[in-house]
């Protein structure tokens, strides 16, 4: 489907880049002074972009809204606001730099007026920006809608979402680039690196990083899966013989970690995003709070006393998080007596049938689990909203906390009372297995297939509205087409659950692997999977999401760091539980306790030593970044120089 230039009000032909949907009975007042804060200059406080609403839909008879708009701008208007994001380019010498309108064509890619410097992921990161950047000034509301209360330096955009008024904002799809993209992606099955370069051009670079790290985790559980078969084959009826492996456990968990950091800054230098500067951030568009002055802006906006917050978390939702911990603990149990049922019919009767029944109470305890993670986790939502958090940071670092919490304590504890209480080493493979094996399963039906579904339903619906128009009229009006398209589309939520997902695989491999060594093999066929249904998701199912410009995986990192601290202990304790570590110290328990804590200890003083020794960043990017640092400061010194000689020169 060919997208054609759209035709602004004052005649300027642009290429349509990002989608605003407005609610269906928005006032005409409302829609007119909008577009024009739009459209205007930005010396009189406008975004300077170009707007126009798109034109009658699929079938003009049914009801559907007339409020979409698409907007663009020119190529100089992008290029300055490439300058304003901080965006950072290759330059001549090879350097990632800040790009700057007055240095542009010493930019390696810059060729004539600069119309193919930018990715379209950048230019509409760009537009998003100044939307969002775009300020009520004298208007004390929405005009039509009194109900929207407006304020000078006030987030025009997010003021309207958070009333919604505005009801999407989105990036529109490039089909050519789109369909290149998705063969060399997913649509070809191949042995070989994923296109990153090609995903962060077109998604940008929070996205690659992601499927950077997935494809990074699949090859470093290479080693693990291949030492896992044979040691399966040899030693499965043996679980005692799992020192060896716990022991590499314990330094595999520590490494990649390592390795990782410095392959992530790799890529974010390669993509210029290591040094650039963190915007400032503005509140969320769902804060509220008393109308105040900002002591570091100096704006007026809606402030909301910390202590009022605090109050909330820990009387609110510190207390729910524990119940919620409590109900896990008490399936757990209910788990726990269905599991002593099915073995005492299974030593009854020992049959085939009975020795499936063995499976049932694990497999429904897998099925509650996913269940229960998925309300709690519209639980952990609802509540880090009421907390009332400012900044969209805060808010998603207490959501990951609320939800790791409770997903790893309700994934986990079940293998921790059978490894750790029980002491049942068939057992406890048998559960790892068949959670291992279900939540596979589930996640893959959740996330890719049942999405998929849908999408088609509705896309089925729409085409055939397209085919009954098209008899109708003879010509079509594709862009039309393809916007209502993409505004049904589902809009994809953020890298939390993939993230959330690989952190807890990681706990099945890196805690418990030792005993049940075909985890990290069926991990790596998990993960294979996961790129091509991710990869799937993303050209097929979901909106274009609006690129993030990341330098690391975030508060993630910190996430599977604290993970890989918890497999330490963990494979120390079943070190020390082992028979041939207990046959060494048969006389006295309290010892083998003492010489387990104290290893766990060195191993958790070496973790920590070896990741100060690798540095995070390779050795020649920080010589890089040190020598822009040190070329930008001599510039600055010289600029100031000039200044002091022009000012002498200057006759009093």
């Known amino acids: 489907m060919e997208r054609g230039p759209s035709v602004d009000s004052r005649g300027s032909r642009f290429t349509p880049l990002v989608v605003l949907e407005l609610a269906s009975d928005t006032r005409e007042e409302a829609i007119t002074w909008l577009l024009s804060r739009i459209r205007d200059q930005q010396q009189n406080g406008g975004a300077e972009l170009l707007v126009e609403q798109l034109g009658p839909g699929v079938e003009s008879q049914e009801k559907e809204n007339p409020n979409i708009f698409v907007v663009g701008a020119t190529w100089q208007r992008l290029l300055s606001g490439a300058e ?22 010493n930019f390696k890619d810059f060729k004539g007026d600069g119309d193919s410097f930018l990715s379209m ?27 929207a209360k407006l304020y000078p330096g006030k987030s025009i955009i997010r003021r309207l979402q958070s009333k919604g008024i505005l009801i999407q904002v989105f990036p529109l799809h490039e089909k050519e680039e789109l369909k290149r993209l998705s ?99 503005e509140p969320r568009p769902g804060f509220h709070g008393v109308l105040g002055f900002n002591p570091v802006t100096g704006r007026e906006e809606p402030l909301y006393p910390n202590t009022k917050r605090q109050l909330r978390v820990y009387l609110v939702s510190l207390p729910f998080v524990l119940l919620c911990l409590y ?5 757990m149990m209910i788990y726990f007596v ?12 020992p049959t085939f049938w009975t020795g499936i ?20 986790r519209y639980a952990a939502e609802f509540l880090t909203e009421w907390e009332n958090h400012r900044l969209e940071s805060s808010h998603q670092n207490h959501l990951v906390l609320k939800v790791l919490v409770f997903n790893f304590f309700n994934c986990f504890a079940s293998l921790f009372y059978i490894a750790f209480v029980m002491q049942d080493m068939m057992l406890l493979r048998q559960s790892l297995a068949t959670l291992l094996i279900t939540s596979q399963i589930l996640n893959h039906f959740m996330e890719a297939f049942l999405p998929y579904w849908l999408q088609r339903r509705r896309n089925k619906k729409m085409m055939r509205k397209v085919q009954k128009r098209i008899t109708l009229e003879d010509k079509e009006f594709p862009l039309g087409v393809q916007v209502r398209l993409e505004a049904d589309m589902s809009t994809y939520l953020g890298t939390f659950d993939d993230y959330l997902e690989l952190f807890l695989l990681f706990g099945y491999v890196s805690l418990f692997s030792c005993v049940y060594p075909l985890a990290a093999v069926l991990v790596v066929l998990n993960n294979i999977t996961e790129v091509y249904s991710d990869a799937f998701k993303m050209c097929r199912v979901f909106k274009r999401p609006f690129c993030d410009p ?15 601290v918890i497999a330490v202990v963990t494979n120390c304790s079943l070190i020390g539980m082992s028979p041939q570590v207990k046959a060494y110290f048969s006389e006295s328990e309290t010892q083998l306790i003492l010489w387990t804590v104290a290893i766990e200890h060195g191993l958790l003083a070496f973790k920590f030593i070896l990741s100060f020794l690798i540095p995070d960043v390779p050795k020649h990017i ?31």
């Open 84 to 105: 304003d994001v901080g965006l950072f380019k290759e330059f001549n010498d090879g350097s990632m730099r800040g790009f700057t309108c007055a240095n542009r064509h």
């Open 121 to 147: 992921a950048e230019c509409q990161y760009i537009i998003k920006h100044e939307l969002d950047t775009l300020r009520a000034k004298d208007e004390t509301h929405v005009p039509g809608h009194t109900e």
């Open 183 to 281: 063969f060399s992606w997913y649509k070809k099955v191949k042995l070989s690196f994923q296109p990153l370069d090609d995903i962060r051009h077109y998604y940008g670079e929070g996205q690659a990083l992601y499927f950077g790290f997935l494809e990074y985790f699949t090859f470093a559980l290479m080693p693990m899966a291949l030492i896992g078969v044979p040691y399966y084959l040899f030693d499965w009826e043996d679980y005692d013989k799992y020192v060896l492996f716990a022991a590499f456990n314990l330094v595999w968990c520590t490494v990649i970690l390592e390795v990782w950091k410095r392959c992530s800054a790799s890529l974010a230098y390669h993509w210029g995003t290591l040094s650039r500067k963190k915007a400032f951030e």
């Open 327 to 331: 109900l896990s603990l008490y399936v």
């Open 338 to 349: 269905m599991e002593g049922w099915a073995m005492s019919v299974h030593d009854e009767d």
């Open 357 to 376: 029944l063995l499976y049932v109470p694990s497999i429904i305890y897998a099925v509650v689990i996913e269940i229960m993670n998925l309300i709690y």
């Open 550 to 564: 990341a330098a690391n995986i975030g508060v993630w990192q910190l996430a599977f760091e604290a993970m890989s």
């Open 622 to 652: 920080q010589i890089s970044l040190s020598r822009l640092e040190f070329e930008s400061l001599e510039a600055l010194k010289k600029k100031k120089m000039l200044e002091a000689s022009e000012l002498s020169k200057t006759p009093l």
